[in-house]
């Protein structure tokens, strides 16, 4: 029995021993990555605030961002299919006015402070409500307790992908139904027993509480909450405005694992291709949030950098002010690839560094070009992937590219092939020595 015991001890030695260098990058490398998401920005001077109109007719919605930012697509999905609308007085809020990041390094200047939304009307008509990488935390604190007061206020509340969580965490869905990404669903259930979480629906309606599932499905609930408050008519024009055209999307998975390639690209793009992506006014913020959640957030295979041609502030379309963190002729010759979303942005002249690429000129909702631009330049697992996670319907879309990340997955293979040569050769040493 001990001769037994001290084989398997040895056994299990050499096994961890093995695994050990390629564990070991991978976890350092899941890290940088999912840090990567919410890197702040270098210091920057904060653009004075753009007179924004209020008209008194109009309901008021606002979408609110932590301070320590929001999910890039969870914040300006919404916020363009509410602008398309044209009904709507429409802002970004949060606690301070400051750059706040967005995932994949999109500084986000907010309109207004919750604040300066008080001194305009005492409560929003609709609040958005983002998934924040800080929810739970203490840190949360000014959001959950503005959230409180506009429930109390009477505003109907909308959250999006795990805005769910900011909304459990504030007590507002004790006792209530309401759903999340299927990723995090099983995580809130242990978290936050008191609310009844619902699997496989792409929104929840509760009455005054709307909650969405992963991501993209936010537009379908943004979509649902546009047709009770303005009518059906106005949803239906915002969808088009938008190129949204599920008009009957799948249900979501209930619950599920990270496919094997987002673990491949987590733990081993141990060098990840830097994408500049060049900002332009006009711009629109599907299209933006397009470019820097499919390559810089979900794929987990490279870093987006956000530029401008001057290294100065941005308006978007409907009028969201956001900072670079370069400007283009100082960053261009570090760049593996430059992209510039929108469908209407004019050719760039670029002197030193990647052409650019213009990912956005076919017409189409913005996410499905940016992921069959993933599948072409990267491969078609990590698009589906993305498309999945996104809560993308991509039954029908076509993907063309290398099928799957071979090089990446040849990297463990190789590390766990030399660490055991490694143990095998330190082993015989000792046996040699010993004799």
């Known amino acids: 029995m001990r001769t037994f015991l001290k084989r398997g001890l040895g056994v299990l030695a050499v096994v961890v021993a093995v695994l050990l260098v390629p564990a070991a990058g991978a976890t350092v490398s899941a890290l940088s990555a999912f840090g990567a998401l919410y890197a702040p920005g270098p210091e920057r001077g904060v653009p004075a605030a753009a007179p924004l109109p209020h008209?008194?007719?109009?309901?008021?919605?606002?979408?609110?961002?932590?301070?320590h930012g929001a999910v890039v697509s969870d914040v300006l999905a919404p916020y363009?299919?509410?602008?398309?609308?044209?009904?709507?007085?429409?802002?970004?809020?949060?606690?301070q006015r400051r750059p706040l990041t967005l995932t994949g390094g999109l500084d986000l200047v907010p309109d207004l402070t919750f604040?300066?939304?008080?001194?305009?009307?005492?409560?929003?008509?609709?609040?958005?409500?983002?998934?924040?990488?800080?929810?739970?935390?203490?840190?949360?604190a000014p959001?959950?307790?503005?959230?409180?007061?506009?429930?109390?206020?009477?505003?109907?509340?909308?959250?999006?992908?795990?805005?769910?969580?900011?909304?459990?965490?504030?007590?507002?869905?004790?006792?209530?139904?309401?759903?999340?990404?299927?990723?995090?669903?099983?995580?809130f259930e242990s978290d936050y027993p008191a609310v009844?979480?619902?699997r496989g629906q792409r929104f929840v309606d509760d009455g005054d509480i709307v909650s969405t599932a992963g991501i993209l499905s936010g537009v379908d609930g943004t979509l649902h909450v546009i047709g009770r408050l303005v009518g059906p008519e106005a949803a239906r024009a915002a969808a088009a405005a938008v190129g949204w055209g599920y008009a009957d999307p799948p249900v979501t998975p209930e619950a599920g694992m990270p496919d094997p390639v987002a673990i491949i690209n987590a733990g081993f793009t141990w060098n990840p291709p830097e994408i500049g992506v060049l900002l332009t006014d006009g711009t629109g913020e599907?299209?933006?949030?397009?470019?820097?959640?499919?390559?810089?957030?979900?794929?987990?295979?490279?870093?987006?950098?956000?530029?401008?041609?001057?290294?100065?502030?941005?308006?978007?379309?409907?009028?969201?002010?956001?900072?670079?963190?370069?400007?283009?002729?100082?960053?261009?010759?570090?760049?593996?690839?430059?992209?510039?979303?929108?469908?209407?942005?004019?050719?760039?002249?670029?002197?030193?560094?990647?052409?650019?690429?213009?990912?956005?000129?076919?017409?189409?909702?913005?996410?499905?070009?940016?992921?069959?631009?993933?599948?072409?330049?990267?491969?078609v697992?990590?698009?589906?992937?993305?498309?999945?996670?996104?809560?993308?319907?991509?039954?029908?879309?076509?993907?063309?590219?290398?099928?799957?990340?071979?090089?990446?997955?040849?990297?463990?293979?190789l590390l766990v092939a030399l660490g055991g040569a490694a143990v095998w050769g330190i082993r015989k040493w000792f046996v040699q020595k010993r004799h």
């Open 55 to 67: 008209d008194p007719s109009k309901p008021t919605a606002v979408v609110v961002v932590g301070d």
């Open 80 to 95: 363009e299919v509410l602008a398309a609308t044209g009904r709507f007085n429409l802002y970004t809020v949060a606690s």
């Open 115 to 140: 604040a300066e939304l008080a001194a305009r009307t005492p409560a929003a008509d609709l609040v958005v409500v983002p998934a924040l990488p800080d929810v739970g935390e203490p840190s949360t």
């Open 143 to 187: 959001v959950t307790e503005w959230l409180r007061t506009q429930a109390a206020g009477g505003a109907q509340l909308l959250s999006v992908c795990n805005g769910s969580g900011v909304l459990a965490s504030a007590g507002l869905l004790d006792g209530r139904p309401a759903t999340s990404h299927w990723l995090r669903i099983g995580e």
């Open 196 to 198: 009844n979480w619902v």
């Open 286 to 379: 599907i299209e933006l949030a397009s470019v820097f959640d499919v390559h810089g957030g979900q794929s987990l295979a490279a870093r987006t950098l956000a530029l401008t041609e001057d290294g100065g502030p941005i308006r978007s379309r409907h009028g969201l002010t956001f900072l670079p963190r370069d400007d283009l002729t100082a960053a261009a010759p570090r760049l593996d690839r430059l992209l510039v979303p929108g469908a209407a942005a004019q050719d760039v002249p670029v002197a030193d560094g990647p052409a650019p690429e213009y990912v956005h000129r076919q017409p189409g909702f913005a996410y499905e070009a940016t992921v069959r631009d993933l599948a072409g330049t990267t491969d």
């Open 381 to 413: 697992a990590t698009a589906r992937w993305t498309a999945k996670v996104l809560e993308l319907p991509a039954d029908g879309l076509v993907l063309d590219g290398p099928a799957w990340p071979w090089t990446l997955t040849l990297l463990p293979v």
